[in-house]
């Protein structure tokens, strides 16, 4: 039996805005070890992470997840399981799309696919030693946090009015499965040039940041609909039938979606509830 708490902390500097679609803290306590398979996340973010040691399993090989802050990239694929046991807290710093590239300048594909990274990847030593030394709560970890990056504004990189635009387009039609050589045309862009421009600022191509959306609504619309059966979800989405829903799935989430549903701990609650 697990004890899971999730809370949005509000925005305390406008400023950032800009920058940080949301700071998250989640709390997890259990008595019994628990296995969370991670599933892609279409954000890049900041973790400072604290309490009971974790794990992690990659490639069929464990190893001890370091504590205090990381830089998290985009994921894209599956295969990263982490493993607690005891009460783990975590704040999560979750950029917009342009949000952690203007501000750090760092090229988002460096830490895709990745571990999480040490901050001294993104020149940040200064963060991670206010980290360390700042008190084990919520209010001062975020306020270290935000003054940091408050401190970076004045150097950010000016917007990307081009990814903003596209983004909204993909986020208007999540579901429509809409051509990524649609939205080009749209706005009036060449593909090979916004697939290097999202690789360079997100890390990832429009493709498969596309992809990540739909099935994080999709994810979403089975939490929120637990009555409706699967079949039906599937052909709302856009799939022939069940088992190719299913098997696509199983291919995103690494879990079948019967397993996402009878989880003790429901993965949208650890993952997807930002979306809230």
Not at 1 to 23: C, D, G, H, N
Not at 63 to 70: E, R, T
Not at 144 to 151: D, G, I, K, R, T
Not at 245 to 264: A, C, D, L, V
Request: hydrophobic content about 35%.
């Amino acid at each position: 039996m697990s004890i899971l708490k999730y809370t949005v902390l509000p925005l305390k500097q406008r400023a950032l805005e800009p920058f940080v679609k949301r700071i998250s803290y989640i709390e997890n306590e259990t008595v019994e070890p628990q296995f969370h398979s991670i599933p892609p996340i279409g954000a890049n973010g900041l973790s400072f992470y604290f309490g009971a040691p974790m794990r992690h399993i990659v490639n069929h090989e464990t190893k001890p997840l370091p504590k205090g802050a990381s830089v998290l990239g985009t994921i894209t694929e599956g295969g990263i399981t982490v493993i607690h046991q005891g009460c783990v807290k975590q704040i999560y710093i979750e950029f917009t799309p342009t949000g952690f590239y203007r501000l750090f300048h760092k090229d988002g594909s460096k830490f895709t696919n990745s571990l999480p990274a040490d901050l001294s990847t993104i020149d940040a030593q200064m963060l991670e030693s206010k980290l360390e030394n700042c008190s084990r709560n919520i209010k001062s970890v975020q306020e270290v946090f935000e003054n940091y990056l408050l401190s970076r504004v004045p150097n950010a990189l000016p917007k990307i009015p081009l990814i903003d635009t596209v983004v909204e387009l993909m986020q208007t039609d999540v579901i429509g499965k809409r051509s990524i050589g649609d939205i080009c045309e749209k706005v009036d862009v060449n593909q090979k040039y916004l697939f290097r421009l999202f690789k360079k600022v997100i890390g990832v191509s429009p493709k498969k940041y596309y992809r990540t959306l739909q099935w994080n609504t999709i994810m979403t619309m089975i939490n929120q609909n637990e009555e409706e059966s699967l079949t039906k979800i599937a052909l709302e989405c856009g799939f022939y039938d069940h088992p190719s829903f299913t098997k696509e799935f199983k291919k995103f989430m690494q879990i079948s979606p019967s397993e996402f549903i009878n989880g003790e701990i429901r993965l949208v609650e650890f993952v997807l509830k930002r979306n809230d």
